[in-house]
C-alpha cells in the first residue's frame, strides 16, 4: 500500500505561484493514476487535476496549473501559478488503480489519500 504526504502550500499573494508536491512511499506511483482535489470552507472536494491515461484540468485551473510526476522521486506535483483568491482551499493528492478519465474526476474513486495542504491566496 502507498502512502502519499503533501507539502508546498502556505500563504501567497494573489497572481503569485506554489508548486505543490506529493511524495509516495510503500510503492512506486507509477502504478497509479493520480488526482488532485480541493475543498474549501463549506464546500464539496472537487477536482482540480488528474494523470494518468489521460491529463485533466478543471477548467477553473485550466491554463494555470500543471499536474506532473517524477518517477525518479516517486513524487507528483501541482504547479500553480496566476494564483486566484478563489483557489484558496485544503489541496489533497490522491491515488487509485487504473480508471477511465469519467472516473478519475470523482474522489469516490480514489483509494489512497494524503493528509492535505492549506492554500491560501490574498486579494
Known amino acids: 500500500q502507498v502512502q502519499l504526504v503533501e507539502s508546498g502550500g502556505g500563504l501567497v499573494q494573489a497572481g503569485g505561484s506554489l508548486r505543490l508536491s506529493c511524495a509516495a512511499s510503500?510503492?512506486?506511483?507509477?502504478?497509479?493514476?493520480m488526482g488532485w482535489f480541493r475543498q474549501a470552507p463549506g464546500k464539496e472536494r472537487e477536482i482540480v487535476a488528474t494523470?494518468?491515461?489521460?491529463?485533466y484540468y478543471a477548467a477553473s485551473v485550466q491554463g494555470r496549473f500543471t499536474i506532473s510526476r517524477d518517477n525518479a522521486k516517486n513524487t507528483v506535483y501541482l504547479q500553480m501559478n496566476s494564483l486566484k483568491p478563489d483557489d484558496t482551499a485544503v489541496y489533497y493528492c490522491?491515488?487509485?488503480?487504473?480508471?477511465?478519465?469519467?472516473?478519475?474526476?470523482?474522489?469516490?474513486?480514489?483509494?489512497?489519500w494524503g493528509q492535505g495542504t492549506q492554500v491560501t491566496v490574498s486579494s
Open positions: 490522491a491515488a487509485t488503480g487504473p480508471k477511465s478519465l469519467t472516473e478519475r474526476l470523482s474522489a469516490r474513486s480514489y483509494d489512497i
Open positions: 510503500g510503492r512506486t506511483l507509477s502504478f497509479y493514476a
Open positions: 494523470s494518468g491515461s489521460s491529463t
